[in-house]
């Protein structure tokens, strides 16, 4: 099969409304990236402006790289660890009390390879409550992990 790149880089994978809210995100971002260590509380904030779904007592470090905030929901007493990354096309959902450690790469995003032209999909990824993703963790798009799960550092 002949790829056709053309075809990707010129198709809107977004309507205009995503795309003047991600325009306006990067601007929030810069806010969310350059708060202080320990203000969980305001980053959170940030994060609901913009659309996120932040339940209560939520930690989210600032070096953690969030892609859609209108694409994320995090439970009552979660964490997000240093450096992690939410690739957050498709829906993220995590549930209460879970972990996400230091350098996961959480991916909500792929390409339908079977495709010439390589649509972008956005499947879903759903963590449960109680979970701990172990640091340096790949989690791919359309994964469900089961409530009191723990997986393991570097796992992919």
């Given amino acids: 099969m002949e ?9 809107l994978n977004y309507s205009k409304w995503i795309y003047v809210k991600r325009i306006l995100w990067t601007f929030g971002k810069f806010f969310f990236r350059n708060s ?9 904030t940030i994060l609901r402006l913009f659309g996120a779904k932040i339940g209560k007592h939520v930690h989210i ?3 953690t790289v969030i892609w859609f905030p209108w694409n994320l929901e995090i439970g009552d007493w979660s964490a997000i660890g240093e450096e992690t990354l939410i690739y957050n096309l498709g829906k ?10 230091h350098r ?7 390409h339908d390879y079977t495709v010439p032209a390589l649509p972008l999909l956005r499947p879903e990824i759903r963590i449960g409550n ?3 993703i172990c640091a340096n963790t790949f989690i791919g798009p359309d994964i469900e992990i089961g409530e009191g799960a723990v997986i393991g550092a570097g796992t992919v």
Wanted: one cysteine or more; hydrophobic letters at 35%; charged letters at 15%.
């Fill in 92 to 101: 993220v959902t995590i549930g209460e009390k879970a972990t996400v450690s």
């Fill in 3 to 11: 790829l056709n790149i053309a075809e990707n880089r010129n198709h």
């Fill in 36 to 44: 202080p260590r320990i203000a969980f509380g305001y980053r959170n």
């Fill in 130 to 132: 109680q979970t701990w």
């Fill in 104 to 110: 996961v790469h959480v991916c909500a995003g792929t």
């Fill in 61 to 63: 470090y600032s070096s």
